[in-house]
């Protein structure tokens, strides 16, 4: 019996043994953690999950609105390891020493990124916009600074991006023609006093006001995309004003407030993402996202790595930004509205649906869901501003972060505090 039982026992072990031995990829990948900083628009507990599945990694996702993340990295990169936000932030981190370069040999992908990301350009004909296009950003110098002269190191992984303008409420404001009638100055018509909300997003909310205050033709700027402190204060006094008559019915920091802002029907028009409006039309709110006339707000997502990670981490770092263009991602991320650096590698992800009318800017031939399983898009309904070449060829300023940058951030505080 003795030696039965040691037989058997001994079994057990080498059955416990061969079934280690069959998965050690996922027993080593989880003991390595990656803390990802950044806001609610790409860190979704449902692309978390598929990571951690996919990749065997445990993120820890840490979401905060826009200033607040960049504040906390530039401050404190030790506290993160990948950061996730837009193009805007990219001359601050990498001036502050908190994030550090990217080699392309280590990105999968890289090639089949589109000429948006690496010349600033969807097609050579297009609008270049003003401020920082992110080819002006993107890549790191001989000399350590960040240009548009290309080279095999990038200061961030180029991924989600998108042109941002404002919605509407179509049962409350009448529906206007896209890049005709539909006019940044709707933001400051008086017919909505009280009904309007800005995103509470200093490098933001920012150009929002400008585009509106210049549509309006209360001023003219020499350059939006580097603002004088002359033009900042006045463009300040104007946005006073209009506060002080209780114009702004508020001002969200975080998309799922903004859907909030519009269901309530505390706003009827607002600075609203592209997430934000499939939300509120989930809901059964009729947003309209303006195709403006004076062209969009641009914005690049970057995804950057720390200056202060290493070994095992930097190397689930590179694994996770390859699984961002792996496909899953893009496909996901489009039906929220945005689009990925290199979509024809989500195409297959996709039903053909769904790319006709996200990507080629068709009449939906079904009932489309958006990424919270609702329908946000209604058969017979065409993309708001057309297809993605067309959006993209209409930009009149990228998100940007100005010479004047720190004196804009007091003022824009001082409005909020008003």
């Known amino acids: 019996m003795k030696r039965r039982e040691f037989i058997e026992g001994s079994l057990k072990g080498m059955s416990g043994i061969l079934a280690y031995s069959k998965a050690p990829y996922i027993f080593s990948k989880t003991q390595t953690k990656l803390r990802v900083l950044g806001t609610h628009v790409t860190l979704q507990e449902e692309l978390k999950k598929r990571a951690m599945k996919d990749l065997g990694i445990d993120l820890i996702f840490e979401a905060k609105g826009s200033a607040a993340v960049l504040q906390k990295a530039a401050a404190s990169p030790e ?4 950061y996730e936000q837009w193009s805007g932030s990219i001359n601050i981190l990498w001036h502050a020493k908190a994030i550090q370069a990217i080699d392309t040999e280590r990105l999968k992908y890289w090639k089949e990124v589109n000429p948006l990301s690496k010349t600033g350009k969807i097609t050579p004909e297009a609008k270049m916009g003003l401020g920082d296009s992110p080819n002006k950003i993107i890549y790191v110098q001989k000399d350590g600074s960040i240009g548009a002269q290309a080279s095999d190191k990038i200061s961030f992984l180029p991924y989600v991006h998108n042109v941002d303008s404002f919605g509407y409420n179509t049962d409350l404001i009448p529906k206007g023609k896209e890049y005709d009638s539909e006019s940044w100055s709707w933001l400051l018509d008086e017919k909505y006093k009280g009904k309007v909300a800005l995103v509470n997003a200093p ?43 209780g114009h702004f019915a508020g001002f969200w920091t975080s998309v799922p407030q903004s859907a909030e802002f519009m269901v309530q029907k505390r706003v009827w028009i607002q600075s609203m993402f592209s997430p ?33 990670i290493k070994d095992k981490a930097k190397d689930a770092a ?66 708001d501003g057309g297809s993605y070449v067309k959006r993209f060829s209409n930009i009149a300023v990228w998100n940007t972060v100005m010479d004047n940058y720190d004196y804009s951030l007091d003022k824009w505080y001082e409005f909020l505090n008003s």
């Open 203 to 245: 490098t933001i909310g920012i150009f929002d006001a400008a585009l509106a205050v210049q549509a309006k033709g209360l001023m003219n700027f020499k350059d939006m995309g580097n603002m004088s402190v002359k033009e900042i204060d006045q463009l300040f006094s104007i946005l006073m004003e209009y506060k002080r008559k």
């Open 276 to 308: 934000g409006v499939s939300m509120s039309r989930g809901q059964g709110i009729p947003v309209t996202y303006a195709s403006p006339k004076e062209g969009y707000r641009a914005w690049h997502g970057v995804m950057c790595m720390s200056s202060q």
């Open 79 to 82: 506290s993160f390891d990948l």
């Open 318 to 383: 590179y694994e996770y930004m390859n699984w961002w263009l792996s496909g899953y991602p893009g496909a996901f991320i489009a039906r929220q509205g945005y689009y990925i650096s290199n979509p024809e590698r989500s195409r297959s992800l996709m039903t053909k649906e769904e790319w006709d009318y996200w990507y080629e800017g068709k009449p939906a031939r079904n009932d489309l869901k958006g990424t919270d399983g609702k329908v946000s898009v209604k058969a017979g309904e065409i993309r």
